[in-house]
């Protein structure tokens, strides 16, 4: 059920934090985004109460509170290295450029977590974009597709089509496209001149 538009009371009537609140709508937040980008590790893995610091954090961080998100970040990291707060925090610091900070959660959340699919794809994002190193990134969406990461397996695409290897990235965006994903207009244009609409795709 998707709970996108669902409103929680999160102030106590002492005005207060309302702790309960916050875990409730950070997850319910947590989950609609795994879903619509079929984090099935996240799916599968993530709870309420386990995860109740990320939850929180996740209310946090879509009030606009960055620092109220790290806080409890680290919380959870501190408590157990949770893999849900050390993924929140590579990719906080992803997004804002600080790729020292970014690697030491990244590089924690590969050891401990390696099935974390996720984690593939944003470091193939970064290895491919600000280091150039498309070897290495090639190397992280394959790990990610092999694990499920849709983004990872639209990336894999993305690098055979360039190469001109048209059959192989046609049969990844098929497997992508079996597995959920919908398409990208521009993507469509630029790597297959045809729309996810031929019932080719189908075949």
């Known amino acids: 059920m998707d709970m996108t538009n669902t409103k929680f009371t999160v102030m106590s009537s002492t005005s207060s934090p309302n702790f309960d609140g916050m875990k409730e709508e950070g997850f319910y937040l ?80 590969l050891e401990l977590y390696p099935k974390y699919q996720s984690v593939y794809s944003n470091l193939g994002i970064y290895y491919e974009n600000e280091l150039k190193d498309i070897e290495k990134s090639v190397e992280l969406y394959l790990k990610g597709h092999e694990l499920g990461n849709i983004t990872c397996t639209v990336n894999l695409a993305k690098h055979y089509y360039e190469k001109g290897d048209e059959e192989k990235g046609t049969e990844l965006m098929k497997y992508a496209r079996a597995r959920g994903y919908s398409g990208e207009a521009r993507f469509e244009l630029k790597y297959l001149k045809r729309t996810f609409s031929d019932k080719s795709w189908y075949d």
């Open 30 to 109: 947590i989950m609609n985004a795994a879903r619509s980008q079929h984090a099935t590790y996240v799916l599968n893995n993530f709870h309420k109460n386990i995860n109740s610091e990320v939850c929180i954090a996740e209310y946090y961080r879509n009030q606009g509170d960055i620092s109220n998100m790290i806080k409890w970040c680290e919380i959870a990291i501190n408590k157990s290295n949770d893999p849900f707060a050390l993924m929140k925090l590579g990719g906080h610091y992803q997004k804002i450029e600080q790729y020292d900070q970014m690697m030491k959660y990244y590089l924690v959340l």
